[in-house]
């Protein structure tokens, strides 16, 4: 099974260690940068933090810097920002909420993860719209296994975010992963169970569902790559990569505040 560009959705079990290798660089540098996102830090510092950290420390490359044209090494989404947030002189205050959107590539592959973090106190509503996107993953992640379809992926999560009276975005989904960042297949994260591809074993993909507190209308900003909501309701988003197991999904980014 290949797509176009010959490259296969199923990986080897090596391919598939070397994506988890990259992953596990990921979530480390989630980690790591939590520790410094507080009131006062500029995305632009956070961005080279992780930077140096990536490239210094991990000695592998931040997948973003580059990637068709895009300006830095990782993206950062402040409150209606809804995906691909350009580090800049921007200064974080405490209520915002920030998503963090890391890819590392090494020895050949990717590894693709963002988390939401809270500067100082959120309100109720960021909580709120935060906790509810982090359960959207997590549902979605418990229908990736083999015999399921990406439908059933979408259809968990659609669910989730409609009953909360928020909205899931269309534009921007989950994507396979391995030597590129972004391969098929497309994992959307509305739908309806058992419509679209069925899940096999060896597919490595990632889920990454933006959730916006108002409608789920978007527009894209001046600079190309900025989204926001077009009602300026606050957005979240969470992305993990999978690997698809007999027994289901094993999480290749997973965190180590994730080991409960
Ligand atoms: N990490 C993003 C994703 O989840 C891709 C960002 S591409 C960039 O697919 F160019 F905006 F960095
Ligand atoms: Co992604
Ligand atoms: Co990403």
Known sequence: MKNKRGISMIKTKSEIEKIKISSQMVAKTLEMVGHHIKPGISTDEINHICHEYITKNLEATPACLNYKGFPKSICTSVNHV????????????????????????????????AKMFFVGKPSVLASRLVKVTQECLQLGIAQAKPGNTLGDIGHAIQTHAEKNNFSVVEEYCGHGIGKTLHEEPQVLHYGKPGQGMTIKEGMVFTIEPMINAGKKHNKLLADNWTVVTKDKSLSAQWEHTLAITKNGAEILTKRKEENT
């Open 82 to 113: 809804v995906c691909h947030g350009i580090p800049g002189p921007k200064i974080l205050k405490s209520g915002d909420i920030i998503n963090v959107d890391i890819t590392i590539e090494n020895d050949g592959y990717h590894g693709d993860s």
